[in-house]
């Protein structure tokens, strides 16, 4: 079982950036495919960016392309996502989740979640 505990939100001006962390425990994180999601009040869990087990194959389908990166640490067993030019459309509580399976979006793909931080975009 892994334990997942995300970190890096707060409030931060438009414009602004802000780099998320994701800590693993109980498994090493290299043989999980790692995520990053989203959920703003009132809203579905939104996909935002995956990374492969090596962190040499990213993929970003929606509207993280272009402003979000994530990357991985295996040694540090450590995920991050390093956002810029954030928008107030950003405001959300994101989460990390790993998976078994390959890269994908689908929610029901990951097997293991955090308890989110609150990332507040103020205008």
């Known amino acids: 079982q892994v334990q997942l505990v995300e970190s890096g939100g707060g409030l931060v001006q438009v414009g602004g950036s802000l780099r998320l962390s994701c800590v693993a425990s109980?498994?090493?994180?290299?043989?999980?495919?790692m995520a990053w999601f989203r959920q703003a009040p009132g809203k579905e869990r939104e996909f935002l960016a995956a990374?492969?087990?090596?962190?040499?194959?990213?993929y970003y389908p929606g509207s993280a392309e272009g402003r979000f990166t994530i990357s991985r640490d295996n040694a540090k067993n450590t995920v991050y996502l390093q956002m810029n030019s954030l928008k107030p459309e950003d405001t959300a509580v994101y989460y990390c989740?790993?998976?078994?399976?390959?890269?994908?979006?689908?929610?029901?793909?990951?097997?293991?979640w955090g308890q989110g931080t609150q990332v507040t975009v103020s205008s």
């Open positions: 989740a790993s998976s078994n399976a390959g890269l994908g979006s689908g929610s029901g793909k990951y097997d293991y």
């Open positions: 109980g498994r090493t994180i290299s043989t999980y495919v």
């Open positions: 990374v492969s087990r090596s962190g040499g194959t990213t």
